[in-house]
């Protein structure tokens, strides 16, 4: 069955400093995965698709396959980016989370 | 726009109330997902409506019943709820319930409900 490992519930970093968020996944076909955040009192919003290839707010991930990973990096954090992050799996109309990572950016 | 509007933004309702979600959105998207967000925890998936038609039920207990009375509206009615159903409820949308490459959900800002 497909899953998607997020192995950090919290993670804090300093302003200015690079940002990583983990994501591995389990699936058997073509994986299309997402990035999605969520602010404080506010939607969940997508953030990155793998298939798009973009950068958003300077956040870029990168499908590797063969580590079966789908990491979240951000070179210079910044203190808006605090909020909760989730990497998800599209699977046929299924929509897969994982467990999420609380990012924290200290001043 | 893809805007995802959902009502109402909270919800107290008793153990023998019946009362109903509402979800409405505008982007000509014909599928319409139901999501279960309990606190500290990701979304899990409830329901997919597919061109107005039930495609997906994650064997969620019968006193959630979904309706779908058109492309733009999705309803979820809520009859004889335990405590345990305290949530947020998000509602959400898609091109198509196709899975298919490109086919991005969009996420209302839920509804807070709170069983007493």
């Known amino acids: 069955a497909q899953r998607v490992t997020q192995p950090e519930k919290l993670l804090s970093v300093f302003k200015g400093a690079p940002v990583e968020l983990k994501c591995n996944y389990s699936?058997?076909?073509?994986?299309?995965l997402f990035w999605y955040v969520q602010y404080s009192r506010q939607r969940l919003q997508l953030l990155l698709r793998?298939?798009s290839r973009e950068s958003i707010k300077g956040f870029t991930a990168d499908l590797n396959k063969g580590e079966t990973s789908f990491h979240l990096k951000k070179p210079f954090a910044q203190e808006e980016d605090s909020a909760m992050y989730y990497c998800?799996?599209?699977?046929?109309?299924?929509?897969?989370f994982g467990q999420g990572t609380r990012l924290t950016i200290n001043p | 726009d893809t805007e995802v509007t959902q009502t109402p933004k909270h919800l107290v309702m008793g153990m023998t109330n019946k009362k109903s979600l509402k979800c409405e959105q505008h982007m000509g998207h014909r599928a319409m997902y139901w999501y279960k967000q309990k606190a500290k925890k990701p979304p899990e998936l409830m329901f997919v409506?597919?061109?107005?038609?039930?495609?997906i039920n994650e064997s969620v207990p019968s006193r959630f019943s979904p309706e779908c009375p058109n492309s733009s509206l999705l309803n979820l009615h809520l009859h004889a709820l335990q405590p345990e159903d305290s949530a947020l409820y998000l509602c959400?949308?898609?091109?198509?319930?196709?899975?298919?490459?490109?086919?991005?959900?969009?996420f209302g800002e839920g509804s807070w409900l709170t069983v007493v």
């Open positions: 793998h298939i």
């Open positions: 699936y058997s076909g073509s994986p299309e």
């Open positions: 409506y597919s061109y107005e038609k039930l495609s």
């Open positions: 959400a949308s898609s091109q198509d319930g196709t899975g298919r490459s490109g086919n991005t959900i969009y």
């Open positions: 998800a799996l599209m699977q046929a109309q299924k929509l897969v």
